[in-house]
């Protein structure tokens, strides 16, 4: 008796000294979930638990300790998993940290405080990020511009900007849709929101709210940006203290010769652009690429670049995926026109055949920011109306996967002091 006792107490310690890791691997091969396992890594950050994320390695894995509890939730969310021991942990690591590996191991910390800049009563299907958020069971939290001009802004580590525009232009919508009702109903809100914090114009309001949130990632904060929010932004900034707005959108005419007194100086990624006058085109400036394009939806990929995991971190963390190659997909603003990003910002993923940059990102004083060129990575030309994409079907999207690299990004940083 005593020696089956013996014989049982060494297997179950032996049992138990083989597993003592979970890897979670993001390969596309072995991966079922991708979406919900950074889910996964933010709960566990949520809950005090510390995360290694694997640059590079398996298409950028998350090694966490292994307990009844983290197994059970990720079994619960359809997650893969690999049992791994103390010493099979420490010769994974050894590799990594080879000179010879172009990898690195991150240590994430805290779980990031994450805002997500939209009005009040949007569909969460009207913004990719909010449905991956949702999908991969992240919290976030909604600011709109009452909350963004009374500084709140400083309780956040992440803002995800909507797909506004910060021209006060209504998204250039007029020829299309001026007589639909939506489109004066949101006219009308945002000239009684406008008016509500003390502006006249629409225009100016945005332009205001835009200048908060470059004092936001310039004190420290992380900005992450779709489709039209990138550009309007950047233009509202340039056009500090210029009307640019035309008479339907703002009750008096565009001030003379406008473009010339742009200040580009001011603005996070682009340069030289020239805007779009009429109010009947489509479109803000020649940073977008929508129009310029010559590329098959067949066709249409771009490609992530590949950066070294031991020097350049922060942008390989930002281009973890199972693949190099990544879908691409249209929106009002789809892509940027090389020649017009300012060299001082980094190009994550470009259609070099198009001549354009998808997915950039740079450093703003204290802070970062993140653009992301299009709609919805899994809806190659979502229009006003469309039904919204169900992620269950593309729980391994690889155009999803960048934007929640962006969301997991701020934990491997020291919070910063923001001013």
């Not at 919900?36 to 510390?50: F, P, V």
């Not at 010493?87 to 991150?106: D, R």
């Not at 929106?331 to 198009?354: A, I, W």
Request: glycine share 6%; charged share 25%; hydrophobic share 35%.
């Amino acid at each position: 008796m005593s020696r089956l006792f013996l014989v049982f107490s060494f297997l179950m310690f032996g049992q138990a000294a083989l597993s003592q890791y979970l890897l979670v691997p993001m390969d596309a091969e072995t991966q079922t979930d991708h979406l919900k396992a950074y889910g996964i890594s933010y709960w566990l950050l949520a809950k005090g638990t510390k995360v290694k994320w694997l640059l590079n390695y398996r298409g950028g894995s998350f090694l966490i300790p292994e307990t009844e509890e983290f197994k059970k939730e990720l079994v619960v969310r359809g997650v893969s998993f690999e049992p791994m021991s103390e010493g099979e942990v420490s010769s994974l690591l050894e590799f990594i940290a080879s000179p010879s590996q172009n990898m690195q191991e991150v240590l994430l910390e805290k779980a990031p405080k994450i805002a997500v800049y939209t009005p009040t009563g949007k569909a969460p299907w009207d913004d990719a990020v909010t449905m991956v958020l949702t999908y991969a069971e992240i919290p976030y939290e909604k600011v709109y511009d009452t909350e963004v001009l009374a500084d709140e802004l400083l309780l956040y580590d992440w803002l995800h900007l909507h797909h506004e525009d910060f021209t006060g232009q209504y998204g250039k919508f007029y020829r299309s849709y001026r007589t639909a009702p939506w489109y004066i109903e949101e006219k009308q809100n945002a000239e009684a929101l406008a008016n509500e914090l003390g502006f006249s114009k629409v225009s100016e309001e945005k332009r205001a709210v835009a200048l908060k949130i470059r004092d936001y990632v310039v004190g420290g904060g992380f900005m992450f940006a779709m489709c039209s929010a990138t550009d309007s932004f950047d233009i509202a900034l340039a056009a500090e203290g210029i009307d640019i707005a035309e008479t339907m959108f703002d009750g008096d005419p565009s001030e003379a010769d406008y473009q010339n007194k742009i200040d580009y100086s001011k603005t996070f990624a682009f340069t030289d652009f020239q805007l779009e006058r009429s109010p009947m085109v489509y479109e803000f400036s020649s940073i977008d690429m929508t129009a310029k394009r010559r590329i098959d939806k067949e066709r249409d990929y771009f490609s992530l670049m590949d950066f070294s995991a031991k020097w350049d971190p922060i942008p390989t963390m930002l281009n973890q995926n199972h693949t190099s190659l990544v879908k691409g997909f249209m929106g009002q603003t789809t892509s940027y026109d090389r020649e017009e990003v300012k060299k001082n910002v980094l190009v994550l993923g470009e259609n070099k055949s198009n001549q354009e940059a998808r997915y950039i990102h740079g450093i703003r004083g204290k802070g970062f920011f993140t653009f992301y060129g299009g709609h919805d990575p899994e809806d190659y030309q979502h229009r006003v109306g469309d039904p919204p994409t169900e992620l269950s079907l593309h729980p391994n999207s690889p155009g999803y996967r960048l934007i929640l690299n962006n969301v997991l990004f701020p934990a491997a940083k020291k919070k910063k002091q923001k001013t």
